[in-house]
Antibody
Framework: QVQLVESGGGVVQPGRSLRLSCGATGFIFSRYGMHWVRQAPGKGLEWVAAIEYDGSAEYYTDSVKGRYTISRDNSRNTVSLQMNSLRADDTAVYYC???????????WGQGTLVTVSS | EIVLTQSPATLSLSPGERATLSCRASQSVSSFLAWYQQKPGQAPRLLIY???NRATGIPARFSGSGSGTDFTLTISSLEPEDFALYYCQQRGNWPWTFGQGTKVEIK
């Protein structure tokens, strides 16, 4: 079945870097745009970044521009999020999500927690 | 950035009652609006896309309407499993954005 599994979360000090990965199974990964969405503890959902199905374009929310980079490897069915210069307000559960044919998020991973703290 | 404002913040209802949730956009998003349900400790689940289309496997008691800047999610008769958080999300303009959520709680 369609499945997304995130990894790479953990505790990191402010100013440091972390790389999240999301592995996809059960569908033809190279046909779908992929996104990262985060949720700070007790807060709502925040869209973070997206990458086109072929990697031809990337999109970011303003608060992470210049610090985060989304990438994908269609040969390995993975999408990644490189997070640099992390701040306390980046603390959140990070979900990867598939942009389905409906152009909505029709499949989500279980999320990985990133905690930025000294 | 398009801001989505959901109302009310909390809706207190009993099973069997009708729930009406609102989402207002700061500028037109055409019909490019989706609704998601999230339960504690779980990832969100897609309910409605393009304002009024039910996602695969979503019961008919969930319906969406609206276009432009004003949208509504209606749950015709609340089941116990429907008490949860609901978010709207737009894809009319980058960056895509979510509303702040409406909590549907048991009265």
């Amino acid at each position: 079945q369609v499945q997304l599994v995130e990894s790479g979360g953990g505790v990191v000090q402010p100013g440091r870097s972390l790389r999240l990965s999301c592995g996809a199974t059960g569908f033809i990964f190279s046909r779908y745009g992929m996104h990262w969405v985060r949720q700070a503890p007790g807060k709502g959902l925040e869209w973070v970044a997206a990458i086109e199905y072929d990697g031809s374009a990337e999109y970011y929310t303003d608060s992470v521009k210049g610090r985060y980079t989304i990438s994908r490897d269609n040969s390995r069915n993975t999408v990644s999020l490189q997070m640099n210069s992390l701040r306390a307000d980046d603390t959140a559960v990070y979900y990867c999500a598939r942009e389905g044919s409906s152009r909505a998020f029709d499949c989500w991973g279980q999320g990985t927690l990133v905690t930025v703290s000294s | 950035e398009i801001v989505l404002t959901q109302s009310p913040a909390t809706l207190s209802l009993s099973p069997g009652e009708r729930a009406t949730l609102s989402c207002r956009a700061s500028q037109s998003v055409s019909s490019f609006l989706a609704w998601y349900q999230q339960k504690p400790g779980q990832a969100p689940r897609l309910l409605i896309y393009d304002a009024s289309n039910r996602a695969t496997g979503i019961p008919a008691r969930f319906s969406g309407s609206g276009s432009g800047t004003d949208f509504t999610l209606t749950i015709s008769s609340l089941e116990p499993e429907d008490f949860a958080l609901y978010y709207c999300q737009q894809r009319g303009n980058w960056p895509w954005t979510f509303g702040q959520g409406t909590k549907v709680e048991i009265k």
